[in-house]
């Protein structure tokens, strides 16, 4: 019934008391079908707590996906920093698989003013080495890298899906608000959606839309790309036709609504989502 599974960035703030394991049950009692378990400010999820939210997503029907720290550069200057990123997204990774979730997305790095294609080699060579890590430790978590937001952040469509292509496994989170805001608005049409997701599919294959990691909110921009999330009723966005082009490619997943008010905006996502399916 859920091809697309739709639901939020953490805990919805209608969750009483405030916990993952109550989140999940209260995303039941919405009838919303997904959860992004937030790890932006570090990894404090130990595994006998995440098998037991593992137990309770199953029992619910809520599926999940892993947002890792936002203190990753696989670009840094200092070989520390990016020692420290890597083990925070497998940290993230190791985690999540203890959660049943199947993704785990994160911010790769910035540029620094290097070129573009060193900063794609740099990345490529990482992204590798936790890919080594993840089988050697039999993780079985998706490694997800998002599209991000302004114009000093690697991560466009085309490096991620680049990044896919030469290192198979991975795919991109697709962010459709950081491609909106790091445009200037100007990424913002049904042709501009349905071209991001024919890419993904003539490079990474069919599949890759079955599978699809989706990041979806209003949002604000600036000369400098993003600025901040917003509900869909102040967004230029037009969120409306990306669900459109979502259901047009057949696309299924996990769609994560990162909009301030979580569960509101995630349920008209959901809404408007089940009246294209049947339209």
Request: glycine share 8%; proline share 4%.
């Amino acid at each position: 019934m859920f091809k697309l599974r739709i639901g939020t960035a953490g805990i919805p703030a209608s969750t009483k008391p405030r916990s993952t394991a109550n989140a999940v049950k209260r995303l039941a009692e919405l009838g919303l079908r997904h959860m992004e378990i937030e790890f932006v400010r570090g990894v404090k999820m130990g595994e006998k707590t995440a098998r037991e939210i593992r137990d309770i997503a199953e029992e619910h029907d809520i599926s999940l996906t892993v947002h890792a720290p936002y203190y990753v550069n696989l670009n840094s200057a200092e070989p520390d920093k990016i020692t420290a990123s890597k083990d925070r997204i497998v940290q993230a990774a190791r985690a999540g698989a203890w959660a049943g979730a199947k993704s785990v997305t994160f911010h790769a790095a910035y540029y620094h003013n290097d070129d573009p294609e060193d900063v794609f080699q740099r990345v490529k060579v990482h992204m590798a080495e936790m890919l080594e890590r993840l089988a050697d430790e039999q993780i079985e978590i998706r490694l997800s890298p998002e599209t991000t937001g302004g114009p000093t952040q690697f991560g466009t469509l085309e490096e991620l899906v680049r990044l896919g292509v030469e290192l198979p496994g991975v795919y991109p989170c697709v962010d459709f608000s950081h491609l909106f805001a790091r445009s200037m608005g100007e990424f913002n049409t049904y042709r501009h959606f349905a071209g991001a997701l024919e890419l993904i599919r003539d490079k990474l294959g069919e599949d890759a839309l079955k599978e699809q990691h989706i990041h979806l909110s209003g949002i604000e921009y600036g000369e400098k790309g993003e600025k901040r999330h917003l509900p869909f009723a102040e967004t230029e966005l037009k969120y409306e036709d990306v669900l459109r082009a979502l259901v047009d490619y057949n696309v299924a997943g996990w769609l994560t609504c990162e909009s301030p008010i979580l569960e509101e905006d995630a349920l008209i996502l959901q809404g408007l989502y089940q009246e294209l399916r049947n339209t």
